[in-house]
């Protein structure tokens, strides 16, 4: 298996412009998860799906994020307009049925100017 | 709400030395927890986890981990450690359903040759 695959790996945009962020789960996990990492806060859960569905989004840090899982392979985070302070790396998990564990993605480091 | 706390947010060791890195978790009931590390510019790759059983966790490169009940404590360790070691760790917790985990702030351990 590939992995958990995230797109792309780089981003680096000006700000006001609108940044998709993109994560294609390990096949045959039904639970995907979106973190942020910056140095000043560490690695903070953003929104989590089951079986497609947006279980807690409570993470969010705004209305200027939103994510959607279109189907078990795809999900997507976006945020509209970008911020400065939104650059960080973000991490993309999934995670199995019976499976504990959480596989993490490469990452993609968003950098917003 | 479950937290994890990690103390040591800094570690700088020499080749050969141990290593302890504390992790209380603040939840009373069954837990499942992690140890995660992360190497300088890569993802999160698990090192070891604890669902039940033998308190003593052994995990990969070296690593362990002891459950303590009544300390609420999962302090990782290795005997001797490398300067391939150099990395930034994480302790996690189950919290909730679907998997969730939530992470401690994450301890940066430097070793140096």
């Known amino acids: 298996d590939a992995g958990v695959i995230q797109s792309p790996r780089h981003e680096v945009t000006e700000m006001g412009q609108e940044v998709t962020l993109r994560c294609k789960p390990i096949?045959?996990?039904?639970?995907l998860f979106w973190y942020r990492q910056t140095m000043m806060r560490g690695l903070e859960l953003l929104i989590y799906?089951?079986?497609?569905?947006?279980?807690?989004d409570s993470g969010m840090p705004e209305d200027r994020f939103s994510a959607k899982m279109p189907n078990a392979s795809f999900s997507t985070l976006k945020i509209q307009p970008s911020e400065p302070r939104d650059s960080a790396v973000y991490f993309c998990?999934?995670?199995?049925?019976?499976?504990?564990?959480?596989?993490f993605g490469p990452g993609t480091r968003l950098t917003v100017t | 709400a479950q937290s994890v706390s990690q103390h040591n947010h800094h570690v700088i060791l020499s080749e050969a030395a141990s290593l302890e890195l504390g992790c209380n978790y603040s939840?009373?009931?069954?837990?499942?927890l992690f140890w995660y590390v992360q190497y300088p510019g890569q993802h999160l790759q698990l090192l070891l986890k604890?669902?039940?059983?033998?308190?003593l966790v052994k995990g990969i490169k070296g690593f362990e981990a002891e459950f303590i009940k009544s300390k609420f404590s999962f302090n990782l360790r290795k005997p001797s450690v490398q300067w391939s070691d150099t990395a930034e760790y994480f302790c996690?917790?189950?919290?909730?359903?679907?998997?969730?985990?939530?992470f401690g702030a994450g301890t940066r351990l430097a070793v140096h040759p």
């Open positions: 998990a999934s995670l199995g049925t019976g499976v504990y564990e959480q596989y």
């Open positions: 096949s045959g996990h039904n639970s």
């Open positions: 799906f089951n079986n497609n569905v947006p279980i807690d």
């Open positions: 939840y009373g009931g069954t837990v499942n």
């Open positions: 604890y669902f039940s059983g033998d308190p």
């Open positions: 996690a917790v189950v919290s909730g359903g679907y998997n969730k985990l939530i």
